[in-house]
């Protein structure tokens, strides 16, 4: 299960020198009770003055022998305001009532996506081309006209290259989903979704089940892990 931390990365050293591999957690003041309003907070030296930063989300993979001895941190979320946040010279103890909302900032809200550093990303389009109508044909007389689900997972071949797979399921043979143990947490490596139509463009956690690929629909999924030549998408 993967664990998203508010961080904070700056333009000093106690802040990580705007290295995303640096990057400074923050911990929850209540850890109880994950929300919105949750406040993240930490206690670091810095500079009296010149002090710029910016806060992202991430998420902190802990090293694993034979696919990356370090820690590795995955930059989900992070501010894309034109200019940092910065500290007033001077200013010694920031106030404790100074709370700042994540993303908000000189009175604009700018958020993205993270960038790629240690890891990469898969992609699947399905699409219509010029040779095919539909990106996905069924041949069984009884799928035919009808939508279906697509779901993309990857299998880590490093640390489980004797687990059994689930092998190709005979075309005359009924197979009832319910009967596979599907774990609906968040796990690493992350696999998304968009949609290219209105409401689900943007990419989202793939869904327990998938996502429906209507004919004429213009499919992304994406897979974003650490090594490619690692992992197996079925």
Known sequence: MIVLKVCVVG?????????????????SENPSMYSEETVWSTSVQIPLSGVEYRYCVCIILEGRPGLHDEQVVVVRR?????LPRKIPDGVSNVAEGNVEQFGLYGGYERVDQGWLVKDSVVQFRLCN???YNDPIMLFKKKYQNKNVRVKVTPIDLIN??????MGGIDESTDFDISSLHINTKPTWPITEVAVMKEGLCKFHQQDQFGVVCNNGDYVVIQCRMLKPDSNALC
């Open 11 to 27: 333009n000093c050293d106690s802040l990580g020198m705007w290295d995303s591999q640096r990057v400074i957690p923050l911990y």
């Open 160 to 165: 489980s290259p004797h687990e059994p797979h």
């Open 129 to 131: 081309s010029t040779l």
């Open 78 to 82: 992070w501010e894309t305001n034109m």
